[in-house]
């Protein structure tokens, strides 16, 4: 009793530290809202991004982020304005990279860097010789390799020129290939940073749903502690449209480091002064912007400005709809081709137990007609005819055969011996009328018994055939063409001997006259 008491206090400490160690190893999370940005309100009126300065060709509108505009040359960029202040981080981009080409260029870039960098650089729309991190989402096919679309990642301690003709393929630290242009929702990328691991997830944007694909996991690396995110983009000859819908930044500590409540929202006074002072004023231009918007348009009511953002429009409801069936058309395509996987799989599998079954069919039977096994399903029927007692009856069948046709030989056989007798008498010629009148006669009633029995043993033989059932018609093996042709000519041979026979007599008679 006590051994057992022991026994399950082991188990149930074992189990308890394997929870508590297992939630020991996640990470404690903290949404970090200055190295972010998302829709709605994602730019302000005047068209700047909370938090962040972008530069270049690039676009901020209160939906997303055209960080390259699908015209030729163009190069843009979003940085976040302070450094970051914590180790370890995630961050989920979810952009989209859309062109009317078959192929596009140049790419998108991530980057998390020591310093921000250029609005217009060389390497997807930013700066050459990075110190940090960049991943790269690169469209274009340089090396003409075939795999572009592809993602990479690459580290850069500020010397390191980026190898633009080779697609950085000697640079990078790894990378996958993946497409992200024109996909029907946005694509997305988580690139997380703890404890010293790389990993970069992808999610296709075939579906709305949250399957994320590893594109890489790159372990030891040793980036800046703290540093600046940004995304930047480049057109070339070909153009896409690269927008940026979200860009989410999550702050990860290690279990027994997450920040105390007190310390994670602590700020200096000057810059809670600054923070309430930025506030009023945006306040204040808030209410300036909505006076001028009455007093230029006095007709449109408030409540239509206000409360229109909370509205979709027609199409846009159309739109949303037709994405959402067609998800679940693509969800149900996706589970019926799995279907038909298995469906395929299975038929393949009863057909080659079907074969075997066919080929080994006789040896089956032997073995007692053991019957057949439950997974045939509709093909029962046809292995049902290779039975034992119809193989039997098969046999019985063709003994019987066998031996009417032996019959028929032997009654040939007489039938021959007996016409030569007669053609050797003829061929004498020497005998009386009298002799040779009885001697025809009996042989024609001889030759007349024969045919008769030759033609009993016909009707038995084909009645014999008829009692076998239909099931022996189909037979291959069967003899009743054998036992048809054997009569016609044993046929043919009597009525053959029995016209010379006449004409012989014919000839002899007008001899005599
Ligand atoms: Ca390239
Ligand atoms: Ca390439």
Redesign the pocket.
Known sequence: MSLFRVASWTFISAVLFGVIWTEAMVPHRKFEYKYSFKPPYLAQKDGSVPFWQYGGNAIASAENVRVAPSLRSQKGAIWSKSKTNFDWWETEIVFRVTGRGRIGADGLAFWFTENPGAYDGNVFGSSDKWVGLGVFF?SF?????H??P?IMAMVNDGTKEFDHTN?G?SQMLSGCVKDFRNKPFPTRAKIEYYMNTLTVLFHNGMTNNNDYEICLRVENLHLPRYGYFGVSAATGGLADDHDVLQFLTTSLYPPGQAPAPGQATKVSPEEETKLSQEYADYQKKLDQQKEDYKKEHPQVKDTDSEFEDWFESDSQRELRQIFSGQTQIYDQVRLLSQKLDEVVGRQERSLGLLSALHQGGGQIATQGGAPPPPQMGQQQPFVDTIRRHEVDALLTNQNTMITAAREIRNFLMEVSTKMDRVLEKQDRGTGTAQVMGYDTVSIVNEVREALNGVKRDTETVAQKLISQGPSLSNCPTCVTPLVLMLSIAVHLIILFIYFMYRDSKESQAKKFY
């Open positions: 690169d096919d340089n090396d003409n390799k795999n572009n592809y697609d393929s």
